[in-house]
């Protein structure tokens, strides 16, 4: 079960990726950007305290970073705390002159590689300082990497601020950008050192929540959901829904793929249209399988119904980002979108 969801979000997340070099921004007005741009690790490490014992925030894993010891820190600083934080632990990392500068620490152990790393080992004081640190810098979305931004954060934006959005989380990564304006904005946050060319960047660095955020503001903007579209999504229809969609449950995985037609508007339809079609496929924990496959037919609003052998009845109600399964004994419940399908 787990191999299957993993391959899910890395099918999701490269599906995202792929929007990184189509088109050029309108507009990539985001936050201020500041003066210096921290773009190798030895800007990070310069005139650091290089002595065994040293901590930049000593209590970061115990006490909340208070507001004087913010703003007595450098951006390279804050982004070395940051850091800090992850080598508590042991994660190891790819800028050399970094890893040389924890390797120097007594307490440091660095055993886990950066692609590998778990960020759920943070805890709740770790994870607010963290976003404390990063809110001190200029992120479009700060902390998408530790957490899920909301509809209401994606929404706000524009549809040029979305995918600087995307971009961010991508650039957070190190990785470089073909668009010379995407990297001319990326040179100028301190926090950012691109050192990964497109071409070798890996989507498995991406944790489930930098997966989650980039598949939600992939699809506020294909279905036009973003400051001053005045799309039908925002006004609450979801027309277009087509993607892949996962529900885990203790004893089994159900994916659930939707396909819609495109000779109609999905938003126009009237009650008994059928729209698309479907695939139900379940994995089961002692290995076995099963599949179903019909059509959905369009109810009213967001509500549909499924038909087809062993589908007939079954309720399919759209939400932003996910699919509630009802009227059936073993499929119900809430599915989690992990793929768009673009016409």
């Not at 449950?249 to 999905?266: C, G, H, N, R």
């Not at 002692?286 to 119904?305: A, E, F, L, P, Q």
């Amino acid at each position: 079960m787990m191999r299957k969801k993993w391959m899910s979000k890395m099918m999701a997340a490269g599906l995202a990726a792929c929007m990184l070099t189509v088109g050029g921004p309108a507009d990539i007005s985001g936050p201020a950007a500041v003066q210096a741009a921290i773009t190798d690790g030895n800007v990070l490490v310069e005139g650091l305290d290089r002595s065994p014992d040293y901590y930049i925030v000593p209590n970061s894993d115990s006490a909340e970073i208070s507001s004087d010891t913010l703003s007595n820190l450098s951006d390279s600083e804050r982004q070395m705390a940051i850091n800090e934080i992850y080598a508590r632990h042991g994660r190891k990392f790819v800028i050399s002159q970094v890893q040389d500068y924890f390797n120097e620490k007594s307490w440091y152990l660095g055993t886990v590689e950066a692609n590998s790393f778990d960020v759920n080992v943070f805890n709740s004081i770790e994870e607010k300082n963290i976003e404390k640190l990063q809110g001190k810098l200029s992120y479009i979305l700060p902390g998408s990497d530790l957490r899920y931004v909301t509809d209401a954060e994606v929404s706000a934006l524009t549809k040029e601020q979305q995918q600087l959005a995307i971009n961010e989380i991508y650039a957070r990564r190190g990785r470089k950008f073909d668009m010379q304006e995407y990297q001319d904005y990326f040179n100028k946050q301190s926090w950012y050192y691109g050192t990964i060319a497109p071409a070798d960047f890996d989507e498995n660095v991406f944790n489930e929540y930098e997966n989650a955020n980039i598949s939600k503001l992939s699809n506020a903007m294909n279905s036009g959901n973003y400051a001053g579209s005045g799309s039908s999504s925002a006004s609450g229809v979801y027309s277009d829904f087509a993607g892949e969609y996962h529900l885990y449950t203790d004893s089994k995985e159900v994916v659930m793929q939707i396909s819609l037609y495109t000779d109609f508007s999905i938003t126009d339809a009237g009650e008994g249209t059928e729209c698309g079609t479907v695939t139900m496929i379940v994995y089961y924990m002692n290995g076995s399988m099963g599949k179903m496959s019909g059509t959905i037919v369009k109810s009213d609003g967001n509500n549909y119904t499924l038909s087809g052998k062993g589908m007939n009845g079954i309720t399919v109600t759209v939400g932003q980002d996910n699919v509630t399964v009802g009227n059936s004994k073993s499929i119900n419940g809430t599915y989690e979108k992990t793929e768009s399908y673009y016409s």
